[in-house]
Nanobody, 117 residues
Framework: QVQLVESGGGLVQAGGSLRLSCAAR????????MGWYRQAPGKQREMVAR???????NYAESVKGRFTISRDNAKNTMYLQMNSLEPEDTALYYC???????????WGQGTQVTVSS
């Protein structure tokens, strides 16, 4: 059984920063790609940033230059440093991980990020 546990969301003013964390817990053989997704009310879930096991990163255009994804493989933990936050970044942020040789996909429960103007 694998669980992804997110933390670090909250309320921040526009221009502020937050750091999200996602810890993978349980029976984990190998974590392949990991990523952050978000879903705002009335909108579809969208990819924010992804990172492979080799450290290759890609970002949504809307967050490039403001957000940084990283991971600590020894701790099975991924981070998202969010700077220069905008009200448009308000959403429920989900952690995603592809784990094991059979490439099972797991999701966290979500952490709310709210940016006030």
């Amino acid at each position: 059984q694998v669980q992804l546990v997110e933390s670090g969301g909250g309320l921040v003013q526009a221009g502020g920063s937050l750091r999200l964390s996602c810890a993978a817990r349980g029976s984990i053989s190998r974590i392949n790609a990991m990523g952050w997704y978000r879903q705002a009310p009335g909108k579809q879930r969208e990819m924010v940033a992804r990172i492979t096991s080799a450290g290759e990163r890609n970002y949504a255009e809307s967050v490039k230059g403001r957000f940084t994804i990283s991971r600590d493989n020894a701790k099975n933990t991924m981070y998202l440093q969010m700077n220069s936050l905008e009200p448009e970044d308000t959403a429920l942020y989900y952690c995603n991980a592809i784990i094991g040789g059979l490439l099972y996909t797991y999701w966290g429960q979500g952490t709310q990020v709210t940016v006030s103007s």
